[in-house]
């Protein structure tokens, strides 16, 4: 079992950056079993979207709409997500997902309001 708790969204204005944050916590093993972790996003009335991940070496993987514009990054059972040059259409429940021994994981979402 892993429990993932998200933090750092709000109200900002487009332009405005925010850092998201996710921190990872259960048994030892599901800790150090922990491979990639990564964030998706769901906008208001539609579906749920992969963003970007990051692999236990480093790697990282963004979808082309925030290429360029997001960050990712990790320090051990934390994974964070920089977002940068925000627009309206970034608005969205930002949701911190990793996988484990074929079981996804996922915290309760934290929102992120891109708005002037």
């Known amino acids: 079992q892993v429990q993932l708790v998200e933090s750092g969204g709000g109200l900002v204005q487009p332009g405005g950056s925010l850092r998201l944050s996710c921190a990872a916590s259960g048994s030892i093993f599901s800790i150090f079993s922990i491979n990639a972790m990564g964030w998706y996003r769901q906008a208001p009335g539609k579906q749920r979207e992969w963003v970007a991940n990051i692999t236990s070496g480093g790697g990282t993987n963004y979808a082309d709409s925030v290429k360029g514009r997001f960050a990712i990054s990790r320090d051990n059972a934390k994974v964070y997500l920089q977002i940068n040059s925000l627009k309206p259409e970034d608005t969205a429940v930002y949701y911190c997902?990793?996988?484990?021994?074929?079981?996804?994981?996922w915290g309760k979402g934290i929102l992120v309001t891109v708005s002037s």
């Open positions: 997902n990793v996988p484990v021994e074929g079981v996804d994981y």
